[in-house]
C-alpha cells in the first residue's frame, strides 16, 4: 500500500528554535513537494524537489529530498510566529502521466511566543 | 494572474441535492486537478485532467461523481445526489503540463455542507 507519512503530526515549538518535519513514503519516486496551508485557507506552494540531494531554502525553511531513503525533511530554522501553519509533502506517484500527488496528512507547526 | 478560481465559495444543500462545483484554471495551464480535503482522509485526488482530456479517475468516490472539462478553461465537478458525507472543502488545482518543473497552484476551495 502507498503510504506518504509525516512525523509528527503536531509540532509545538517556542520562537527562535530549531526542528525538523519528517516526510517518508513507500514507493518510488524522486519529485516531491511541499505545501503550507492556513486554517481556512488554501494550500501555497512552498518547495519543489525534483532529484536525489536537492535541497531548496526559502527564508527560515530549508527542505531537501534523499530519493534512496525515500524521505524529505523539512527544517525550520529559528522558528517565528508566522509559521505557525499546517505543512504538507506530496510525492508523485507517476499513475497514469506526472502530477498524480499522494499527501502526507500534515504537520501543523504552532510557534509560541 | 488572477490564481485558480473557483465558485461557490460555500455551498450548503440537503441531501439528495444536486451539487455543481465549478473552476477556472490559470490561462496557459494544461493540467487540472480535483481534490477533496476532510478531516478524517486528509487531502484526496479525486480526478485529473492533460489537455481537457481525463487522465486518473481513481480517486472518484463513486459513480455519484462526475468531472468534466469541457474547454481549457473550465472545469466542473458534479455531485449528484448529495450525501452528508460528502461535505468536504473542494480544491481545484492546475499545473502546467506534467514533466515541466511546476508545482500546483490550488484555488481557494469551496466548503460543501449536505445536511
Known amino acids: 500500500e502507498l503510504k506518504v507519512e509525516q512525523n509528527p503530526l503536531f509540532l509545538s515549538m517556542q520562537e527562535g528554535k530549531n526542528y525538523t518535519i519528517y516526510c517518508n513514503y513507500s514507493t518510488t519516486s524522486d519529485r516531491l513537494y511541499w505545501y503550507r496551508q492556513d486554517p481556512g485557507k488554501s494550500l501555497e506552494s512552498l518547495f519543489v524537489l525534483l532529484s536525489n540531494g536537492a535541497v531548496k531554502q526559502e527564508g527560515r525553511l530549508m527542505a531537501s529530498l534523499d530519493t534512496k531513503a525515500r524521505l524529505s525533511t523539512l527544517h525550520i530554522t529559528a522558528a517565528v510566529h508566522d509559521l505557525s501553519a499546517t505543512y504538507f509533502c506530496?510525492?508523485?506517484?507517476?499513475?497514469?502521466?506526472?502530477?498524480?500527488?499522494?499527501f502526507g496528512k500534515g504537520t501543523k507547526l504552532s510557534v509560541k511566543p | 494572474d488572477a490564481g485558480v478560481i473557483q465558485s461557490p465559495r460555500h455551498e450548503v444543500t440537503e441531501m439528495g441535492q444536486e451539487v455543481t462545483l465549478r473552476c477556472k484554471p490559470i490561462s496557459g495551464h494544461n493540467s487540472l486537478f480535483w481534490y477533496r480535503q476532510t478531516m478524517m482522509r486528509g487531502l484526496e485526488l479525486l480526478i485529473y485532467?492533460?489537455?481537457?482530456?481525463?487522465?486518473?479517475d481513481s480517486g472518484m468516490p463513486e459513480d455519484r461523481f462526475s468531472a468534466k472539462m469541457p474547454n481549457a478553461s473550465f472545469s466542473t465537478l458534479k455531485i449528484q445526489p448529495s450525501e452528508p458525507r460528502d461535505s468536504a472543502v473542494y480544491f481545484c488545482?492546475?499545473?502546467?503540463?506534467?514533466?515541466?518543473?511546476?508545482?500546483?497552484?490550488f484555488g481557494p476551495g469551496t466548503r460543501l455542507l449536505v445536511l
Open positions: 488545482a492546475s499545473s502546467l503540463l506534467p514533466g515541466q518543473q511546476e508545482t500546483q497552484y
Open positions: 506530496a510525492v508523485d506517484i507517476y499513475r497514469g502521466s506526472q502530477g498524480n500527488l499522494i
Open positions: 485532467f492533460n489537455n481537457n482530456v481525463p487522465i486518473d
